[in-house]
Each structure stands twice: as structure tokens, then as C-alpha cells.
């Protein structure tokens, strides 16, 4: 089993089922040339791939190029089943930073033949996770600023009030799919400026002034 890591919060909370979003932001669907939804894609990732901070990222023997994608991350802290937008964010317990490591060589082949992609961002070590903060310490959680800096180089820069869906509407349309559940996370995806990451680099991600964090990459031994 898998637990968050919380600032000032002694309770332990089990990762459960990890719920992504992609093309939440409208200039990394077009980095990507793709399209934005009018309702949000999801897919999902184990919660084996969780790291943490100052962990390390492995590059796999299957994967010759990994991907760095910078996101939002929310906490359920409540079950939930048809949650109205108006009560959503009752069931929220906290947020963090999350790295959401995609191995996009195996992702382009996979959309390429129309194939499912999860392979390219289930491998261990494929999502790190901050140490997270409880939603109280959070005034506005669409109004943060999410940065990912590479050995030193901002890479990705973006405000959260820029995501094409609101938080709101985000866990009201998942729980018309799935049963949200207390320690679930919901990873909100990322914004442009993704690119490639090599062994040797350091990673650091932050969310505003709230929490972040470092990993490492290194290659698979």
C-alpha cells in the first residue's frame, strides 16, 4: 500500500485510484496537434507508479524517450457518486504537485494503430507526487501558479485559472463515470512546454508557494 505524504497532517490516507486528465489546457493540445473535448478525457494510472520527493524517475528498457508533464493534483476526501458541481469541492481533501512521466515513444506508436496508451504512463516511477497540503490552506485552487523547472530552466509555467474545465465540473463529470473515493487523486493535466527528459537531470515542480518537489532520472539498471 501507497500513502500521501501531507504537511501538518498526521492521519494516513491510502492512494487509491488515480483518475488523469489530458487537454485540459488549450496551448498543449495544440504543442500536441490536437483538439480540446467538450467534456474531459480521462485514463488511468497505478498507484504503483508513485514516487515521491527527492525520489528518482527510471527510465525503462522499453522507452527511449520520456516525457515531463507538470499538473495539479486533488485529493479526494470524501465518497462520491453523481456529485453536483455546486458540492464538489466538499470532496476534496487536499491538493499537491504531481509529475505525470509519459514514455512517448510507446504513447505515439499506440496512437499511431489506435492502440491504448496506458503502458506509456503506468511504469514505476512514472508519477511523482509533492508532499500535499489540506484544502483549507487553499484559498483558490484555479487561481496557483504551476511551474517545472529542469536543472534549473523553467520548462513549464502556467496559472491554474488558464484549465479549460473548472475543478467543478472536472470531479462532478468523473463520479458520473466512477465512484470517487476517499484517498483517490485526480491528476489535472498539464499545461505547454512538455519535452524530453535525460538521465542526469533534476526535476523540480511547484505549486505556487503551497508545496513542491524534486526527482531525479536515472536509467534503469
Known amino acids: ?3 500521501y505524504r501531507f504537511q501538518n497532517y498526521i492521519k494516513h490516507v491510502r492512494i487509491g485510484k488515480i483518475i488523469c486528465l489530458a487537454r485540459t489546457y488549450k496551448e498543449h493540445a495544440r504543442e500536441m496537434n490536437t483538439t480540446v473535448t467538450e467534456d474531459p478525457l480521462l485514463f488511468l494510472k497505478p498507484a504503483s507508479s508513485v514516487i515521491f ?3 528518482t524517475i527510471f527510465i525503462p528498457h522499453l522507452s527511449k524517450c520520456l516525457h515531463h508533464e507538470v499538473e495539479l493534483g486533488v485529493i479526494i476526501g470524501k465518497n462520491g457518486k453523481y456529485i453536483t458541481e455546486e458540492k464538489a ?5 487536499g491538493y499537491l504537485v504531481a509529475l505525470d512521466i509519459t514514455a512517448r515513444d510507446i504513447q505515439s506508436i499506440a496512437k499511431k494503430n489506435g492502440w491504448p496508451w496506458g503502458i506509456a504512463k503506468g511504469f514505476d516511477t512514472f508519477t511523482p507526487l509533492s508532499d500535499a497540503v489540506l ?3 487553499v484559498l483558490n485552487p ?5 511551474e ?3 536543472n534549473g530552466t523553467i520548462k513549464q509555467k502556467v496559472n491554474t485559472n488558464q484549465m479549460i474545465y473548472s475543478l467543478e465540473r472536472i470531479i462532478s463529470f468523473i463520479s458520473k463515470i466512477m465512484t470517487l473515493e476517499h484517498g483517490d487523486l485526480i491528476l489535472t493535466g498539464t499545461p505547454k512546454g512538455v ?3 535525460k538521465e542526469g537531470d533534476v526535476i523540480e515542480a511547484r505549486l505556487g508557494s503551497l508545496c513542491a518537489l524534486t526527482v ?5 539498471l
Open 1 to 3: 500500500m501507497t500513502y
Open 53 to 55: 520527493n527527492h525520489e
Open 89 to 93: 469541492l466538499q470532496h476534496v481533501l
Open 135 to 137: 484544502k483549507d490552506r
Open 142 to 146: 484555479q487561481n496557483l501558479d504551476l
Open 148 to 150: 517545472l523547472k529542469i
Open 195 to 197: 519535452g524530453e527528459i
Open 216 to 220: 531525479d532520472v536515472k536509467h534503469e
